[in-house]
């Protein structure tokens, strides 16, 4: 079990990396991009790898902010329920997000399966290639969500009060 927390620790740690340097990339790209238009100088790939990090850091930050929990909630309706009752509620939204998420990534690779003939129109590569952020990020997520499930379903059935970090609060 802890060779499993320290690859997904691991990969957390990747995927903000990588999020980070495409992120700086994309803000790069789009500013020389617009510079050296002043001087009348095209770069047409420009567009389209802007296209192609963009959705991959859209995605990426997207699945950071789900799984530090910065994604913005409605709790006005149970803020005052039992602590049991919460859980109970926030178990039931966990499922319906996995479900919805499943659903996106078996779609999303059928969807990249058919755009793997289709390429961008000043680079050489797939446009499967940006179908695929969102197949990532989606599974990713789905094992964030795995991950919230079980530790809320441990503090529902927990009888001590000693507090245990979860895996999500240790990363």
Do not use: H
């Amino acid at each position: 079990m802890n060779f499993i927390r320290n690859v997904y620790k691991y990969f957390c740690k990747a995927e903000v990396a990588l999020c980070c340097v495409g992120f700086v990339a994309l803000v790069s790209m789009v500013f020389l991009s617009a510079f050296l238009r002043f001087f009348r100088v095209s770069m047409a790939w420009n567009i389209d790898v802007a296209m192609l990090l963009l959705a991959w850091t859209a995605f990426l930050g997207a699945d950071i902010a789900y799984r530090s929990g910065q994604l913005v909630g409605m709790d006005i309706l149970v803020r005052n329920f039992p602590r049991k009752m919460q859980l109970i509620v926030q178990i039931l939204v966990f499922l319906i997000i996995l479900a919805a998420l499943c659903i996106i990534v078996y779609f999303g690779f059928r969807l990249a399966y058919f755009d793997r003939l289709r390429r961008f129109q000043s680079l050489p590569i797939p446009f499967s290639t940006v179908t695929l952020s969102i197949v990532v990020a989606s599974a990713s997520m789905a094992v964030s969500t795995v991950i919230k499930i079980k530790d809320r379903l441990i503090e529902l059935f927990r009888k001590d009060s000693g507090s245990q970090p979860s895996l999500e609060e240790s990363i």
